[in-house]
């Protein structure tokens, strides 16, 4: 079974950055991914972001492409979000998310089968 904890985040200004980090632990013996999805106040849950964890894959979602950069730590086992020129729309909870698949996947079912964890909240301020 696989644990996933979100940390970081927290309040920006418009034009700033800041970086979310998602832990996994537990049975990481399997090949999948891992995807930063977000969720703002009266909206659906997006994905952001993602990265295979064999090959390091990555995917983007056209909101953030150019800003915002996904890596992996695997010594830390810790995926690392990182958020650059952040706009008031970035402000949502972002959530972490880790299923035996691949970024694609993730993308395809909303990590709908995967674990997520209890999300950090980000806030942009203009």
């Known amino acids: 079974q696989v644990h996933v904890s979100e940390s970081g985040g927290g309040l920006a200004q418009a034009g700033g950055s800041l970086r979310v980090s998602c832990e996994v632990s537990?049975?990481?013996?399997?090949?999948?991914?891992l995807g930063w999805f977000r969720q703002a106040p009266g909206k659906e849950r997006e994905f952001v972001a993602g990265?295979?964890?064999?090959?390091?894959?990555?995917a983007y979602a056209d909101s953030v492409k150019g800003r915002f950069t996904v890596s992996r730590d695997s010594a830390k086992n810790t995926v690392h979000l990182q958020m650059n020129s952040l706009k008031p729309e970035d402000t949502a909870v972002y959530y972490c998310?880790?299923?035996?698949?691949?970024?694609?996947?993730?993308?395809?079912?909303?990590?709908?089968?995967?674990?997520w964890g209890l999300g950090t909240p980000v806030t942009v301020s203009s």
């Open positions: 990265i295979d964890w064999n090959n390091n894959n990555t």
């Open positions: 998310n880790v299923d035996s698949t691949t970024v694609s996947g993730l993308m395809a079912d909303g990590g709908s089968f995967g674990t």
């Open positions: 537990g049975d990481t013996s399997e090949k999948y991914a």
